[in-house]
């Protein structure tokens, strides 16, 4: 191919990009509106799936996400459950941070009154596959079931004696205790505020 | 202080326990080719953590500002033409091509100040230096980056970012030196026919990242560190 | 002197073993590497890919007449990143949970080599047809190495293959293929297999044609 001469500057040689721009950029714009519906109903749709089962309620229930200033004054979202009667049915409180190989994303259920556990479950883990994943099949998980708030969890390698004791995964211990930690933590950050909003709003 | 453990955090994690080579297998090309020499693998890593510190400071200013949704500038746009208010505007659709755009001209920048500043160095590199535009390292960082700015209770600033892109980029670094020094020996070695180039090397990088795999857990003293240390 | 280009066969066959991407040409290996723990996961890999590579190479050889020498490696791009930014969000849409899975890798496509690298070698010179038969070739040799990456590290990893379980449940999982250094281990043995699977067909041809000649 020839030298291209460089007269009518950048603008006549860089056409084509400058259409290719404008035309990929409506087919984007065009994928965005069709599918981007859908994507945030996916989105939504893992969490919302799980939060009423994580305050014992089997069927529908009216999920409404709240705002609330924690006890470290961080802004946390949680999500206020009413069951079809129109009685709060509890609360579903999202607790995020570091585990073993990375993050982990949890949602805890607990009773109107703050006082039980109700329900755990792992949104987003990636710890060691077939050992710190473990934390979130049901056997581990189910232990949190009906533990009360007033202590915090803790996680032992044997059998529990007490009843705020829980037992790790075997071979995933640092997965099991950052599980607990992050339970423990966002029941101390949000048993407060959330007792306040129950007794102060209803 | 929560802040300088996140960043500890964030720095450890990229650099160690997460390394991008070995955990997160990107820039895997540049990492069995260009390792051959300790010193032309040591100039290449910084040479990336570099280019990856341009290009994470432009993507999270690109990403805060514009990109992400309930972004501030589109927002302002909106309702200066008068739009219906409530409504979020979401331009992540077109992320990909702005970090592809971002990290162009972050290598030709770097790619400039190198023939400037080090031309021993840019005539060492060869075609590498502008190849890093297709290093997945660099793209990888600005994917990270986008994807902690989109939830908004909990958006990283640009001092997260940019630690994120230097520890990854130091402990890209680390990597591959490590393999260079190993290749200077492996090559007095004699290697089965079938396993000499990309083979033995393959292999060796596994055996780097289950050593690697012993940092995990590492930065989970860091909080309690850092809190004894400031007291 | 001009030299005959490849036909649109011979690009499909190449694309399959001889100039396999990853066996051969060394290219597209971070998602070669992340991807391949379980067939699931690779065969998406592969299916997205395919379709990057394939309207690519399609929209690219259209305007290979438009194209100036300097600013096609931006053309390139653009294409690129708006098919992979398609199929993220159509991965995202209707599979949510393997678009989990897979990550930032799905974005990670824009930099595979691979593809650039046929839009260079082939789309940008020749017609629709061949180029379309080179993006096939590729691709189908794309997916058999990461087929054949998966199948070891997903039999010896988890017992299973596309999540159905295999071997009895005596079998330890061998948990160290489905991380980082088995995936390293796994492609470095491999493509060890491949090179002497390949010198000793040579050497068995070599020695046919001298006994021929």
């Known amino acids: 191919m020839a030298d291209e001469p460089r007269q009518g500057g950048y603008l006549r040689q860089a056409w084509l990009v400058i259409v290719l721009a404008l035309v990929y950029g409506g087919a984007l714009a065009a994928t965005q509106t069709a599918l981007g519906p859908r994507v945030a109903a996916n989105r939504l749709r893992e969490a919302y799936r799980e939060i009423p089962k994580l305050v014992g309620l089997d069927g529908e229930a009216n999920i409404v996400p709240i705002e609330l200033t924690a006890a470290d004054g961080s802004q946390r979202q949680a999500y206020e459950v009413v ?23 949890l949602l805890v259920g607990v009773t ?56 790790s995964v075997t071979g995933a ?30 | 202080m929560e802040m300088l453990i996140t960043l500890l955090q964030i720095a ?36 990336v953590t570099f280019v990856m510190s341009i290009a994470a400071l432009l993507s999270w200013v690109f990403t805060y500002y514009l990109l992400r949704p309930g972004a501030p500038l589109p927002a302002w ?18 992320s990909y091509i702005m970090y592809i755009f971002v990290i162009a001209a972050s290598v030709q920048f770097v790619e400039m100040y190198v023939r400037k500043f080090f031309p021993a160095l840019y005539k060492s590199f060869g075609v590498y230096l502008p190849l890093i535009t297709t290093n997945c390292a660099i793209l990888f960082a600005c994917l990270e980056i986008m994807k902690h700015l989109q939830d908004p209770t909990r958006l990283w600033g640009l001092p997260e970012a940019l630690t994120l892109a230097v520890g990854g980029g130091l402990g890209f670094t680390l990597a591959i030196v490590l393999m260079a020094g190993i290749r200077e020996e492996l090559d007095q070695c004699d290697v089965p026919h079938s396993l000499r180039g990309p083979g033995i090397a393959l292999i060796v990088a596994g055996i780097l990242a289950m050593a690697f795999m012993g940092f995990a857990g590492v930065d989970r003293g860091i909080e309690t560190t850092v809190t004894i240390l400031m007291k | ?47 997205a890919t395919a379709f990057v590579l394939v309207s690519a190479n399609v929209i690219i050889s259209l305007m290979r007449g438009l194209l100036r020498p300097h600013l096609r490696i931006l053309v390139f791009t653009l294409t690129i990143a708006t098919f992979v930014t398609i199929a993220d969000r159509f991965l995202e849409a209707y599979f949510y949970a393997m678009s989990k899975e897979l990550g930032p890798y799905v974005p990670l496509i824009i930099v595979n080599c691979i593809i650039i690298s046929r839009c260079e070698i082939c789309a940008s010179k020749q017609s629709v047809g061949v180029a379309l038969a080179d993006a096939l070739g590729m ?30 449940a005596g079998w330890p999982h061998w948990t160290i293929m489905i991380l980082s250094p088995g995936a390293f281990f796994t492609l470095g043995l491999l493509l ?22």
């Open chain 2, 77 to 94: 746009v909106w309702q200066a033409v008068g739009g219906k208010s409530g409504v979020v505007i979401d331009l992540s659709v077109l």
């Open chain 1, 112 to 167: 109107p009154d703050v006082s039980t556990i109700t329900g755990l479950y792992v949104l987003d883990q990636k710890e060691t596959p077939n050992l710190g994943s473990l934390v979130a099949e049901p056997p581990f998980r189910d232990q949190f079931r009906g533990l009360s708030t007033d202590q915090p969890i803790a996680v032992v390698t044997s059998t529990p004696t007490t009843t705020s004791q829980i037992r």
């Open chain 2, 12 to 47: 450890i994690g990229a650099a160690l326990i997460n390394n991008f080579v070995l955990h997160y297998f990107v820039g895997i090309c540049p990492f069995l080719g260009v390792s051959r020499r300790t010193d032309t693998a040591l100039g290449m890593g910084l040479a």
């Open chain 3, 1 to 47: 002197m001009s030299k005959t280009e490849p036909t649109a066969l011979e690009r499909f066959t190449n694309g399959i073993l001889p100039e396999n991407p990853i066996y051969r040409q060394f290219l597209g290996m971070c998602p070669t590497l992340a991807v391949t723990g379980a067939m699931k996961p690779a065969m998406t890999m592969a299916a």
């Open chain 1, 83 to 105: 069951a079809s009667d129109g009685t709060l049915a509890g609360w579903v409180l999202r607790a995020s941070g570091q585990g073993f190989q990375d993050r982990v994303e």
């Open chain 3, 139 to 168: 691709s189908l040799g794309f997916a058999l190495a990461l087929a054949s990456l998966a199948t070891v590290r997903e039999i010896l990893g988890s017992g299973s293959w596309f999540g159905v379980t295999l071997l009895p």
């Open chain 3, 192 to 213: 060890a297999l491949v090179n002497w699977v390949g010198r000793r067909r040579a050497e068995a041809a070599a020695l046919r044609a001298r006994i021929k000649g």
């Open chain 1, 173 to 202: 211990t640092i997965s099991s205790t950052s599980v607990a930690e992050l339970v423990n933590r966002v029941i101390e950050d949000m048993k407060t505020p959330l007792r306040r909003l129950r007794s102060g709003g209803k």
